[in-house]
């Protein structure tokens, strides 16, 4: 029997967690590993310098004290003893769009399965406020069976944002997301500063072909990413460096 491992950044208690787990159960054994606590944008974090503890909920259900990224090595490392198939990531609750896959925690749940080379998916409702996890976990489901069905290429991972309506499916590229650059400065009860970090997100760089414009156009949008971020086509470029370094 094929084996699904499933992560997510939303924790035990996100909401996506049960609607995805439900429809992918009709495909092949699902085994759970998500963090005991919501961690996003926690990245491709790994826990180094406390131990990892799991607690088993019940026999397909686990929870650690880390990071999507933990959970998944964990989980095909050392908690499944059989070989696990695919990773899918998610339902995280909003979009990850653009620069949100460098920050993501779903994403960095994918990008674990493909460096441990399995087949690997993250996966988002798109529109947070309004967001149909059963109609994304049906996505999931009918991506995963494309997955198990042929082969997949290595050193490969999708990421993949739901919107509400969905008319149709595009591959896409990554759009640039632009962030609120203000950090906000408040006062605690003992009168001390403390800072929030994360603004909101307020736009992106609309262009053809992005993740935002599928999205926006009722698109699921399925963006391929790479493990190599080189920028291969400047190696020549930076080449002449090594010349007048030396």
Same mark, same amino acid.
């Given at each position: 029997?094929?084996?699904?491992?499933?992560?997510?950044?939303?924790?035990?208690?996100?909401?996506?967690?049960?609607?995805?787990? #439900?429809?992918? #159960?009709?495909?092949?054994?699902?085994?759970?590993?998500?963090?005991?606590?919501?961690?996003?944008?926690?990245? =491709?974090?790994?826990?180094? =310098?406390?131990?990892?503890?799991?607690?088993?909920?019940?026999?397909?259900?686990?929870?650690?004290?880390?990071?999507?990224?933990?959970?998944?090595?964990?989980?095909?490392?050392?908690?499944? #003893?059989?070989?696990?198939?695919?990773?899918?990531?998610?339902?995280?609750?909003?979009?990850?769009?653009?620069? +949100?896959?460098?920050?993501?925690?779903?994403?960095?749940?994918?990008?674990?399965?493909?460096?441990?080379?399995?087949?690997?998916?993250?996966?988002?409702?798109?529109?947070?406020?309004?967001?149909?996890?059963?109609?994304?976990?049906?996505?999931?489901? /009918?991506?995963?069976?494309?997955?198990?069905?042929?082969?997949?290429?290595?050193?490969?991972?999708?990421?993949?944002?739901?919107?509400?309506?969905?008319?149709?499916?595009?591959?896409?590229?990554?759009?640039?997301?632009?962030? +609120?650059?203000?950090?906000?400065?408040?006062?605690?009860?003992?009168?001390? /500063?403390?800072?929030?970090?994360?603004?909101?997100?307020?736009?992106?760089?609309?262009?053809?072909?992005?993740?935002?414009?599928?999205?926006?156009?009722?698109?699921?949008?399925?963006?391929?990413?790479?493990? +190599?971020?080189?920028?291969?086509?400047?190696?020549?470029?930076?080449?002449?460096?090594?010349?007048?370094?030396?």
């Amino acid at each position: 029997m094929k084996t699904i491992l499933v992560t997510n950044d939303d924790g035990i208690y996100g909401p996506g967690l049960k609607p995805l787990v #439900k429809a992918l #159960k009709k495909v092949a054994r699902v085994i759970v590993i998500v963090p005991d606590q919501e961690r996003s944008g926690t990245s =491709h974090s790994i826990t180094l =310098h406390k131990p990892l503890r799991i607690q088993e909920l019940d026999s397909n259900t686990f929870i650690a004290n880390g990071t999507p990224t933990d959970c998944v090595r964990f989980g095909v490392l050392s908690l499944v #003893k059989s070989k696990v198939d695919v990773v899918v990531s998610g339902i995280n609750t909003g979009p990850n769009l653009g620069q +949100d896959v460098i920050y993501s925690g779903t994403v960095a749940g994918a990008r674990e399965g493909t460096l441990l080379g399995i087949p690997s998916i993250a996966l988002s409702a798109a529109e947070s406020a309004k967001a149909d996890f059963r109609l994304a976990a049906r996505i999931a489901k /009918k991506l995963v069976k494309h997955m198990l069905s042929g082969v997949f290429p290595s050193n490969v991972y999708l990421n993949v944002n739901v919107p509400y309506r969905v008319k149709g499916f595009r591959v896409t590229t990554l759009c640039k997301r632009i962030y +609120d650059e203000e950090i906000e400065c408040r006062i605690d009860p003992r009168g001390q /500063k403390y800072y929030w970090l994360a603004g909101k997100t307020v736009s992106g760089t609309y262009q053809a072909g992005t993740d935002l414009a599928a999205v926006n156009k009722g698109l699921v949008s399925i963006t391929p990413l790479e493990l +190599d971020p080189t920028a291969t086509e400047l190696m020549g470029a930076f080449n002449q460096w090594i010349t007048d370094l030396s």
